[in-house]
């Protein structure tokens, strides 16, 4: 099956100052790649996702990064700001098995946006 | 966007009890569901998948007699934790995807269970 690893575990920043969250995955099958943002006791949602077809998509102040070959993507968060802070997490969908769209987390990054 | 509702948010039950979760897609049809556990500081860990009108694949480690689910339309699925006990304790979330977009999953707001 797939495994994501995700760093940093923790991440504190300034505001204004710019974030990246990193993770790779080892299957190589895997062609579809979401970040969820997950604030304290509420449901992670859906930031921005990168297909294995693109190198790089950005949605105004966040961007996502593939590189295949090396089985790793990237979160960028331009001019941070306090309410960016929360649990991030990447994911990695598994196409192949018995469980079509089976999604594979990483840890969690938890950002720290300080005013 | 899509929505998918989950019910209760919050649920308090003394061990020995089953519990119920729902998990509803407001406005598209979910081909497939999903149940996470989730614990305090931690990532997501998927459970079990549903299928609408099959039985659950679950993941390795998951009791299949003591998490039941059921995904019997196209709308719903249910989570049951039989006979509850303190380590069952925890967030459990759901997710839902439909045929049309199969990688995309929205999820639901969570349910926190605490079993005393």
Redo the contacts between chains.
């Keep these: 099956g797939e495994n994501v690893e995700q760093h940093p575990s923790t991440l504190s920043v300034q505001e204004g100052d710019s974030a990246v969250i990193k993770c790779t995955y080892s299957d190589s099958a895997s062609n ?1 790649f ?1 970040w ?1 943002k997950q604030e304290l ?6 930031i921005i ?1 990168i297909r294995s077809n693109v190198g790089e998509k950005k949605d105004q102040r966040i961007a996502v990064t593939l590189n295949k070959t090396a089985k790793h993507f990237s979160l960028h968060i331009t001019e941070t700001q306090p309410e960016d802070s929360a ?1 991030y ?1 990447c994911a990695a ?1 598994w196409a192949g098995g ?11 990054t ?1 950002l720290t946006v300080h005013p | 966007g899509a929505v998918v509702s989950q019910h209760p948010s919050r649920v308090i039950c003394k061990s020995g009890t089953s519990v119920k979760i729902e998990c509803r897609s407001l406005d598209f049809q979910a081909t ?1 569901m ?1 149940w996470y556990r989730q614990f305090p ?4 860990m ?1 459970m079990a ?1 549903s299928n609408e009108g099959s039985k659950a ?1 679950y993941e390795q480690g998951v009791e299949k007699d003591k998490f039941l689910i059921n995904h019997a339309s196209l709308t719903l699925s249910t989570l049951t934790v039989t006979s509850a006990h303190p380590e069952d304790s925890s ?1 459990y ?1 759901c ?1 839902a ?1 439909s045929s049309e977009q ?9 349910t ?1 269970l605490s079993v005393l």
């Design positions: 579809y979401p969820y006791g509420k449901r992670p949602q859906l996702d649990v997490f969908i018995t469980s079509y769209g089976k999604l594979t987390f990483g840890q969690g938890i | 497939t999903f500081k931690k990532s997501l998927l998948t694949t967030f979330i997710s995807a199969w990688d995309i999953q929205y999820f639901g707001a969570g926190r």
